[in-house]
């Protein structure tokens, strides 16, 4: 049976590196690309899709958040989260949020065409590292950290402003307003209960979210 794959990522090289994978295989198919979560739901509004590989940082809203958009409108439908951020940062979020699996993009190519197989027959594609990570929380159970508190964009900025990047290219990468950012870094602050940009930057270093 073929499997109908829309690929969302914002870099056109990636859309098409992928597309020559999967198009390679002969029950892959496809049927869509998208550079964002808007293109990607009016994409489904239109056509049946069974995988959507879908990255997280993107323009307006995020891999993680749009997740659940998606199964709104293809309930049936399956999520691998293909990202440039290591497991440990999103891997988790992602998985609760309701993915089926979650790759970094230097996985190798036959590795992203198992995980789409795998998914697409309603299992779930959990890599080695993965599995480590909940094996632990499950094994060692602890209230939330603070940045568990935040939403899956103001995490985003967390870990951009813990790499010391300014406001100004956070806007850029992310395709928002300095402004937004501002607001974001302030509510950073508050839910976490710290006091300035350099606390972030601390509280990524000793927590592991920045490399």
Do not use: W
């Not at 935040?150 to 100004?168: D, N, Q, Y």
């Amino acid at each position: 049976m073929m499997i109908n794959i829309l690929i969302v990522d914002d870099h056109a090289v990636v859309r098409e590196g992928l597309k020559r994978i999967f198009q390679s295989e002969s029950d892959m198919n496809v049927t869509g690309m998208a550079i964002d979560a808007s293109g990607a739901l009016k994409f489904m509004m239109a056509k049946p899709v069974d995988v959507v590989v879908l990255d997280i940082s993107m323009p307006g809203k995020n891999g993680i958040d749009v997740i659940q958009d998606l199964k709104l409108i293809q309930p049936k439908v399956r999520v691998l989260i293909l990202s440039m951020y290591p497991e440990e940062r999103f891997a988790t979020r992602s998985i609760r949020a309701g993915a089926s699996g979650y790759l970094t993009k230097e996985m190798a190519p036959d590795e992203i065409v198992t995980a789409v197989k795998q998914i697409n027959a309603g299992l779930n594609y959990i890599t080695p590292t993965l599995a480590n990570i909940i094996a632990g929380e499950i094994q060692c159970p602890t209230d939330k950290a603070p940045h568990e508190l935040l939403s899956e964009r103001e995490f985003e900025v967390l870990c951009l402003l813990a790499l010391g990047k300014p406001v100004t290219e956070i806007a850029v990468s992310l395709s928002i307003s300095e402004s937004t950012v501002s607001t974001y870094r302030t509510r950073i602050l508050k839910k976490m209960k710290l006091k300035s940009t350099s606390d972030i930057i601390h509280y990524g270093i000793v927590n592991g979210l920045v490399d």
